[in-house]
C-alpha cells in the first residue's frame, strides 16, 4: 500500500481569519459575461470546508460591472464612468444572490457589504466599518465585500479589489490574505513577455527588487495587475498577515493552496506595527505631499517628529488630520504621517522655526507639523 503523506502545513492552514479575494475574470466567463457558476459553487465548497475547520472567512469579490453589463446590453470594450456605475448596480445584485444561494445552501449566512475609498481613508468610518465587519464575523456571517462602484466615481475610488481586500485584512486582523488571480504567483520578471522570468514561491520581505519584478508600477495601478498586487501585499504584511498570490481558474482553489499547490507566499512582518500606524502605512491615497531637507530624514530616521523648519515645500489640497506622504527633494516617499495643519497654514510655517508659529499663523498650535506618534516611515 502506498503511504500516505502528511498534507503540507501552509499559512492558510494555521490561519484562523482569512481574506479571499476573487477576481472578475474567475467569476465571469469571458465570452458569455455570465457567471462561471461550475467553478464558483467549488469555491464556495472550499470555503465551507475552511468554515468546518473553525476559521473565519471574508470574501473580497469583484464582478459586479463584469456581470452587468451585458444585462443592458453594453457593448464590449472600455466603459464610461457612468456605464460602468450602472452595469455595477446591475452585476452586484447578481453577484450577492449566486454567493447568497450557493453559501445559504450550506448553512452559512452570507452579509453583502459595500465600501467606498473613504470607508478605509477616514479614520472614523475606517472605524465604523471594522466594527460592522468584525460583527458579522461574530455572527457566524460571511461578509462578501465589493467596492461600491455604482457611487464610486474615477478620482474617489479603489479601481482594484487586491488594496481593498488588503485593507479589509487590515480592518479586521485577519492572518492570512488569498489573492484569486489570473497569474499564479510573482515571477522574478512578466512571463509573457521574459521567458527567463523565474517563479517565486516565497518572498520574506518586500524590497525594491521585489517591487521592481511587478514592472512598471504607475502603468498597472489600479489596473488590478502584479503592481497593485504587491501594494496589497505590503499593507497586509504590515499587519502582520501572511498573503498568498495564486491562481485562481483551477477548481478548488482554495482547498489546492492548503494542500501546498503552486503559489507565491509573503511573509508577515515580524513586529508588526500599531494598528493606527498600520493605517496610516496603508493609506491608498494620501491627501498631500510634504518635501523635506536632508536633516529633517535624517531627525525623521532617529524617530523624531516632523518640524516646519525641515519642510523645503507643499502640494495638494489637506486638512489637520488627514494623512500626507513625506518626500526627498527628489521625490522618494520616505514616510507617511497625520498632518497638524492644513495646506495654507502649512505653507506660511514651512522653512520656519517652531517658536514663530505664533507669530505666523496668529495662534499657537502645535511645534510639529506631524508628530512621530502620528508617523510611519515607509
Ligand atoms: N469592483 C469591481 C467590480 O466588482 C472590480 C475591481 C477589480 O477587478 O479589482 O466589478
Given amino acids: 500500500m502506498p503511504a500516505r503523506t502528511a498534507p503540507p502545513v501552509t499559512p492558510l492552514s494555521r490561519a484562523r481569519r482569512i481574506v479571499v479575494k476573487v477576481g472578475s475574470a474567475l467569476l465571469v466567463d469571458a465570452a458569455t459575461g455570465r457567471l462561471n457558476r461550475a467553478w464558483l459553487e467549488t469555491l464556495v465548497a472550499d470555503i465551507v470546508r475552511l468554515r468546518r475547520q473553525g476559521k473565519e472567512v471574508v470574501l473580497v469579490s469583484s464582478g459586479a460591472i463584469a456581470l452587468g453589463r451585458r444585462h443592458i446590453g453594453l457593448p464590449r470594450g472600455p466603459l464610461r464612468l457612468e456605464?460602468?456605475?450602472?452595469?455595477?448596480?446591475?452585476?452586484?445584485?447578481?453577484?450577492?444572490?449566486?454567493?447568497?444561494e450557493l453559501l445559504e445552501a450550506e448553512g452559512v449566512p452570507v452579509a453583502q457589504v459595500l465600501l467606498t475609498l473613504e470607508d478605509s481613508e477616514q479614520r472614523r468610518r475606517y472605524l465604523n466599518a471594522r466594527a460592522t465587519l468584525t460583527t458579522l464575523l461574530a455572527c457566524g456571517a460571511v461578509p462578501v465585500i465589493n467596492e461600491n462602484d455604482t457611487v464610486a466615481t474615477a478620482e474617489i475610488r479603489y479601481g482594484d479589489n487586491d488594496r481593498l481586500a488588503a485593507r479589509v485584512a487590515q480592518m479586521v486582523s485577519a492572518d492570512c490574505v488569498v489573492l484569486l488571480s489570473d497569474i499564479d504567483g510573482l515571477y522574478t520578471a512578466d512571463p509573457n513577455k521574459d521567458p527567463t522570468a523565474r517563479f517565486i514561491p516565497l518572498v520574506r520581505?518586500?524590497?525594491?527588487?521585489?517591487?521592481?519584478?511587478?514592472?512598471?508600477?504607475a502603468s498597472e495601478v489600479g489596473r488590478g495587475g502584479m503592481a497593485t498586487k504587491i501594494i496589497?501585499?505590503?499593507?497586509?504584511?504590515?499587519a502582520g498577515c501572511h498573503f498568498c498570490?495564486?491562481?485562481?481558474?483551477?477548481?478548488?482553489?482554495?482547498?489546492?493552496?492548503?494542500?501546498?499547490?503552486?503559489?507565491t507566499w509573503f511573509r508577515p512582518a515580524a513586529t508588526p506595527v500599531a494598528?493606527?500606524?498600520?493605517?496610516?502605512a496603508g493609506t491608498l491615497r494620501p491627501a498631500g505631499e510634504l518635501r523635506i531637507d536632508e536633516g529633517a530624514v535624517r531627525a525623521l530616521r532617529s524617530g523624531k517628529s516632523l518640524l516646519p523648519a525641515g519642510v523645503t515645500a507643499t502640494s495638494g489640497r489637506f486638512e489637520r488630520g488627514d494623512t500626507v506622504s513625506v518626500c526627498t527633494a527628489d521625490g522618494r516617499e520616505v514616510a507617511r504621517g497625520i498632518v497638524a495643519y492644513g495646506d495654507a497654514e502649512a505653507a506660511r510655517i514651512i522653512g520656519r522655526r517652531s517658536a514663530d508659529i505664533a507669530a505666523l499663523l496668529g495662534y499657537t498650535g502645535r511645534d510639529e507639523l506631524i508628530h512621530r506618534d502620528d508617523l510611519v516611515l515607509q
Fill in 245 to 263: 498570490i495564486a491562481a485562481g481558474a483551477p477548481r478548488h482553489p482554495v482547498r489546492r493552496i492548503e494542500q501546498g499547490g503552486r503559489c
Fill in 83 to 100: 456605464e460602468s456605475q450602472a452595469a455595477a448596480a446591475v452585476g452586484q445584485i447578481r453577484l450577492a444572490h449566486a454567493y447568497k
Fill in 232 to 238: 496589497a501585499a505590503r499593507i497586509a504584511v504590515a
Fill in 205 to 217: 520581505q518586500i524590497t525594491p527588487d521585489i517591487e521592481a519584478m511587478a514592472g512598471d508600477s
Fill in 275 to 280: 494598528a493606527r500606524k498600520q493605517w496610516i
